[in-house]
Every structure is written in C-alpha cells, then in structure tokens.
C-alpha cells in the first residue's frame, strides 16, 4: 500500500506531517509515504510530482486548514484524487476547513495533545478498521459547527445596532437540520414574520419580527426584550443568553450524544 499526503507546506510542522509518515511507514503493509518536503526531486515539478506519486498511491491523506484553502497545488492535488478515484481521508483541526467536495469521506480530527492515540485511529481508519468511530467524529465536529453558528445568529440577534431579526429566521429556521438538531419547530417556513418559533419542546421561542426570547420558569414565563436589553452592554447581553445557550448544548448532548463546547 502507498500513500500520499498532500499539504499547505505552512501545515508541514503544524500538522506533524514527517511524523505520521514515519509512523505509517512502520507498519508492514504500508510500503510508502509520499509528502513533498522529502520526497521532491530537484528537477521534478510539482505537477509531475503530483501525478506520479498520487497515480502510484492508494491512500490520499488531505491536511485540511485555512492554508490548505488558500493552497492552489493542495487543491489541485485533490482534484486529481478525486479523478483517480483515490480512498481520500481528510484531516482536520477544525472540520470547516475540510473542503467541500471531500466532506463526504471518512475523515479524523487531528489530535497534537493525544499524538499517539492520533496515529493509531488514523491507521486502523485507513486500513478499514474503524469507520463507525470515524464518522462519529466527522458527526460531531459538524454539530460543533452548526451550534457554533446558530450561537453567532443568537448574539446577532439581539445586537441593537442593527436589525437581524428577519435574517436570522430566514437565514437559520428554513434549516432542517438546524431544526433537527436544536428542537426547533415552526408553523410556515414561508411566513416566519409573525409566528412564535419554538426551541426544545416549547421551553424556548422567538417572535422573529419582534426580537423577543421567552423562555418559561417556575414562576411564569419571562420575556427579553429590545426594552430590557437596550441599555445592556454586550457582554451583559451574552451572560443573560447563557442559560439559553447552555440548555441547547443539554438538548444537543441528549439528543445525539455530543458534548459542545
């Protein structure tokens, strides 16, 4: 078996990247791992190298980060997988780096605290050993993701400079999966202007056009309002949504297992 890791040559120390290739290298069935820090030739370009080492590999490992987006060659490259039809395994800090046409593949946060543990996954997910706990991985950086949106839109919301209301509910409620993820239920995604937009079975709701969050306690329901927040600095505004934001990661965590941070 071949590999070929394709990399932003910035992510070559950030990403350990000699290192993995030892790592793997080790292993019997794994006759080599090709990067382009060791193993260019001097009158090799980059496009020959590219289609020489990646038609001769059957792994392609895709470092993914915000240089890997901006990496013309590491575009290229994985292209080039995709046409060959390679077993593509993107590797990722962040799972939005992942570029959006591999994001179906199996792929595995990269883990520096946890260096050994990190090989051994990505071992046993390229020897077809352990698809079940790559794709909760994948899973759960996406639900990471989405809640780390949905938190950004409920700030945005109650930000007085301007008015988000509507684009918040257009933007975020015609979501199924956002609706899945975060209990949310509505009546018309067509007409959102004056409907309440339930969270978690009622606990929580928005009235979208009034910039309006109840939410119910022992004593009945309590409201946050333009005229309760108007004189609120920001950050006074976030601690008050806190308890909002900290009942949707308990709903998440029920709902699908994964903790949000």
Same mark, same amino acid.
């Given at each position: 078996? %071949?590999?070929?890791?394709?990399?932003?040559?910035?992510?070559?120390?950030? $990403?350990?990247?000699?290192?993995?290739?030892?790592?793997?290298?080790?292993?019997?069935?794994?006759?080599?791992?090709?990067?382009?820090?060791?193993?260019?030739? @001097?009158?090799? /370009?980059?496009?020959?190298?590219?289609?020489?080492?990646?038609? &001769?590999?059957?792994?392609?490992?895709?470092?993914?980060?915000?240089? @890997?987006?901006?990496? &013309?060659?590491?575009?290229?490259?994985?292209?080039?997988?995709?046409?060959?039809? %390679?077993?593509?395994?993107?590797?990722?800090?962040?799972?939005?780096?992942?570029?959006?046409?591999?994001?179906?593949?199996?792929?595995?946060?990269?883990?520096?605290?946890?260096?050994?543990?990190? #090989?051994?996954?990505?071992?046993?997910?390229?020897?077809?050993?352990?698809?079940? /706990?790559? *794709?909760?991985?994948?899973?759960?950086?996406?639900?990471?993701?989405?809640?780390?949106?949905?938190?950004? *839109?409920?700030?945005?919301?109650?930000?007085?400079?301007?008015?988000?209301?509507?684009?918040?509910?257009? #933007?975020?409620?015609?979501?199924?999966?956002?609706?899945?993820? $975060?209990?949310?239920?509505?009546?018309?995604?067509?007409?959102?202007?004056?409907?309440?937009?339930?969270?978690?079975?009622? #606990?929580?709701?928005?009235?979208? &056009?009034?910039? /309006?969050?109840?939410?119910?306690?022992?004593?009945?329901?309590?409201?946050?309002?333009?005229?309760?927040?108007?004189?609120?600095?920001?950050?006074?505004?976030?601690?008050?949504?806190?308890?909002?934001?900290?009942?949707?990661? &308990?709903?998440?965590? *029920?709902?699908?297992?994964?903790?949000?941070?």
């Amino acid at each position: 078996m %071949k590999i070929f890791i394709s990399y932003a040559s910035e992510d070559l120390e950030e $990403f350990r990247v000699p290192e993995i290739a030892k790592y793997l290298e080790a292993k019997e069935e794994i006759d080599r791992v090709f990067y382009w820090d060791r193993d260019n030739k @001097s009158n090799q /370009t980059i496009v020959k190298y590219m289609e020489e080492n990646i038609d &001769n590999s059957e792994i392609f490992l895709a470092i993914s980060s915000a240089n @890997s987006l901006e990496s &013309n060659p590491v575009q290229k490259e994985t292209e080039f997988a995709i046409y060959q039809d %390679k077993q593509i395994t993107p590797i990722f800090r962040d799972f939005k780096y992942v570029r959006d046409f591999i994001r179906t593949y199996r792929g595995l946060q990269f883990q520096d605290e946890d260096f050994g543990n990190f #090989l051994e996954d990505l071992y046993d997910l390229i020897s077809g050993q352990n698809y079940e /706990t790559s *794709m909760v991985n994948q899973e759960e950086c996406l639900t990471q993701e989405l809640y780390d949106k949905f938190k950004g *839109m409920i700030y945005k919301l109650f930000d007085m400079e301007r008015d988000y209301s509507y684009n918040f509910a257009r #933007l975020l409620l015609r979501s199924d999966k956002m609706q899945d993820l $975060f209990g949310i239920e509505i009546r018309d995604k067509d007409y959102l202007d004056d409907q309440d937009v339930g969270f978690m079975d009622g #606990l929580y709701w928005l009235i979208p &056009n009034s910039r /309006t969050l109840r939410y119910r306690n022992k004593r009945g329901d309590k409201v946050l309002t333009r005229n309760t927040l108007i004189n609120m600095e920001q950050d006074e505004i976030i601690e008050k949504l806190d308890p909002f934001l900290t009942e949707i990661k &308990n709903f998440v965590k *029920m709902e699908s297992g994964y903790n949000l941070v």
